[in-house]
């Protein structure tokens, strides 16, 4: 069994002074996808750097307090990369692969739009230089998943309030558009929905601060795992943790019949 979770730590030292490394190797992952370090490699504690006998990598933004991804890997890959070739979008630290065999794991944090129209118009430019990324990938003949932040919720039960955020960052047609073109045009597979196409509230991955947004449950599905349609084909099933709070989003993880290796 491969088992991989992926988690948007909203700051890596905040997440694990709420006690994330004892919950996480509990688990037993094969790969842990973590998002938003806001850190900077000087920041990070030495435990970082060998969590309970992981192996792990980080791409650090340029930014402090910025960004930043990860990965936590049970066994050592055999290639890290770094980026996707793009100056702007590396230099945020956004995407961190690693190879194991004939599997790639793939963390990746997708940028937000909805902090100002410029980090909009950021946020569509990464999209139009990722797409074809996606479809070089999918032309590898590798099994791939990537584990993340996308910052967009597909479809309509993917949210709470819908109908009010079709004109918000995260719930735009041009964002929900693009996404269909990755699952029905590329042939990427939302992981998550192939096991449970119909769940709504319990499929919540994000809840804003504000309010009571946590505690009424009004949330959205942003983070996912996106796969090949092998390795998704596998996938037997996924849980979201939510008894503990270690950012404002919940750790998705995913278990797959595919060795990890």
């Known amino acids: 069994m491969l088992r991989i979770i992926s988690l948007n730590l909203n700051g890596i030292r905040s997440a694990w002074?709420?006690?994330?490394?004892?919950?996480?190797?509990?688990?037993?992952?094969?790969?842990?996808?973590?998002q938003e370090l806001k850190a900077q490699a000087p920041d990070l504690y030495p435990a970082m750097l060998r969590p309970d006998g992981l192996h792990a990598y980080y791409h650090c933004a340029e930014k402090?307090?910025?960004?930043?991804?990860?990965?936590?890997c049970r066994r050592p890959p055999?290639?890290?990369v770094e980026g996707i070739g793009n100056a702007e979008f590396d230099a945020e630290g956004r995407y961190l692969r690693a190879d194991f065999g004939q599997l790639s794991v793939?963390?990746?944090?997708?940028?937000?739009?909805?902090?100002?129209?410029?980090?909009?118009?950021?946020?569509?430019?990464?999209?139009?230089?990722?797409?074809?990324?996606?479809?070089?990938?999918?032309?590898?003949?590798?099994?791939?998943?990537?584990?993340?932040?996308w910052n967009i919720a597909h479809r309509e039960i993917d949210l709470k309030n819908w109908k009010s955020n079709q004109k918000n960052s995260g719930f735009l047609p041009e964002e929900r558009a693009w996404m269909s073109r990755i699952f029905d045009q590329v042939g990427w597979v939302d992981v998550y929905r192939r096991l449970y196409p119909e769940a709504t509230?319990?499929?919540?991955?994000?809840?804003?601060?504000?309010?009571?947004?946590?505690?009424?449950?009004?949330?959205?599905?942003?983070?996912?795992?996106?796969?090949?349609?092998?390795?998704?084909?596998?996938?037997?099933?996924?849980?979201?943790?939510?008894?503990?709070?270690?950012s404002d989003h919940a750790p998705l993880s995913i278990d797959y019949d595919f060795p990890a290796g």
């Open 64 to 72: 402090k307090g910025y960004s930043g991804v990860g990965l936590w």
């Open 106 to 149: 793939i963390s990746l944090y997708l940028p937000s739009g909805s902090s100002s129209p410029e980090r909009q118009e950021a946020k569509f430019r990464f999209m139009a230089e990722f797409f074809p990324h996606l479809e070089k990938l999918r032309a590898e003949g590798r099994e791939i998943v990537i584990g993340g932040d």
């Open 78 to 80: 055999d290639r890290v």
């Open 201 to 246: 509230g319990e499929a919540y991955t994000w809840w804003s601060n504000r309010g009571q947004a946590w505690a009424k449950n009004v949330g959205w599905r942003i983070d996912y795992q996106v796969a090949t349609p092998g390795l998704a084909a596998t996938a037997r099933a996924a849980s979201i943790y939510k008894a503990e709070r270690f």
């Open 17 to 34: 002074s709420k006690n994330l490394l004892p919950w996480a190797a509990a688990q037993a992952p094969d790969v842990v996808c973590l």
